[in-house]
């Protein structure tokens, strides 16, 4: 099976029921695909399509986009225009990192003046972070512990704390800012197992833990009791995949073009030539060398 889910692409061809793409369009492919007159779309959760998960296709069911030429399922619904203006390499983020990101802000249901710590400072935590500034965040906790994160955070995102939690527990740091008060939500795109917990304890009572981490390991996601408030703090725990769809594409991908929003900031290592490449960015994922945030490779027919 071939990997790879963010993409932007030329279509080569078309379906005869497809309407709204032509031979030769550049469009942005979403990570997730899902499809559209499914009973988990219809109860709007389109990205659990046929079960959990499951529209997330590429990779996961089927061939992904490291791959000279792959399949679009319900192409009129999954594909976007590509704007005028938006250039190809940043337009990859809209796949995968931006409406991850959007989507983990979005889930909180973020106030503005509202207090927002985000956890990881990887590509999503920084566009979750940025979702946040968007939406009206007055102080944001970057929680991370790597300081060229925090400073793309902060000049580029609207980060306006650095939360190091190799030095100190990430509740204790956000309790002493807060003067006992809590984070109103917290973001979570990163952590161990532990993290459920760790961000509850640190949580406003009404306040939303939104995460979008993929935990990978583990039989469970312990949250201490008292953290939680005997169950009975109105913390609220909200964990999702990121919608996909052409709408939701072609909307992110205008706060691209109109420059509200800029990810420039986070492709740190370009590579452009062919296929072979892509070996190289997945090492660079693996062993993450300095100053690295996210790969993007263009690939020349």
């Known amino acids: 099976m071939f990997l790879g889910h963010e993409g932007v692409g030329e279509v080569l061809q078309v379906g005869a029921l497809v309407q709204d793409f032509k031979e030769g369009d550049i469009v942005i492919i979403p990570a997730i695909t899902p499809d559209w007159s499914s009973l988990g779309a219809q109860r709007g959760y389109a990205q659990h399509d046929h079960g959990a998960l499951a529209g997330w296709k590429f990779s996961n069911f089927k061939d992904g986009v ?13 594909l976007g225009h590509l704007p005028e203006g938006v250039d190809l390499v940043d337009a ?11 989507h983990c802000a979005e889930q909180a249901n973020i106030k503005p003046g509202d207090r927002v710590a985000v956890v990881g400072l990887g590509p999503v935590g920084l566009m979750a972070l940025a979702g946040a500034n ?19 955070a902060h000049k580029h995102y609207g980060a306006t704390h650095f ?41 406003i009572n009404g306040g939303v833990v939104s995460n979008v981490n993929y935990f990978g390991s583990g039989a469970n996601l312990p949250i201490s009791r ?20 052409r709408a939701r594409m072609e909307k992110l991908a205008r706060l691209l073009q109109t420059k509200k929003l800029s990810v420039k900031p986070i492709i740190t290592h370009h590579l452009e030539g062919k296929f072979e490449e892509i070996a190289q960015a997945l090492a660079w994922m693996k062993d993450k060398p300095a100053n690295f945030i996210k790969p993007v490779v263009k690939i020349k027919w």
């Not at 490291?66 to 999954?78: L, P």
């Open 66 to 78: 490291f791959a000279e030429k792959i399949h679009i399922n319900d192409a009129d619904g999954n």
């Open 92 to 102: 990859v983020m809209l796949s995968d990192m931006i409406t991850t990101g959007f």
């Open 134 to 152: 968007l939406m009206g965040a007055s102080e944001i906790y970057a929680v991370d512990c790597v300081p060229f994160r925090y400073e793309v």
């Open 163 to 203: 939360i190091d939690f190799s030095k100190a527990p990430m509740h204790t740091q956000i309790l002493e800012l807060t003067k006992g008060v809590g984070a109103d939500k917290i973001l979570i795109a990163g952590g161990g197992t532990d993290i459920l917990s760790e961000a509850c304890s640190c949580l």
């Open 226 to 245: 008292m953290a939680w408030d005997v169950g009975m703090g109105h913390k609220t725990i909200k964990g999702g995949l990121t919608p996909g769809g």
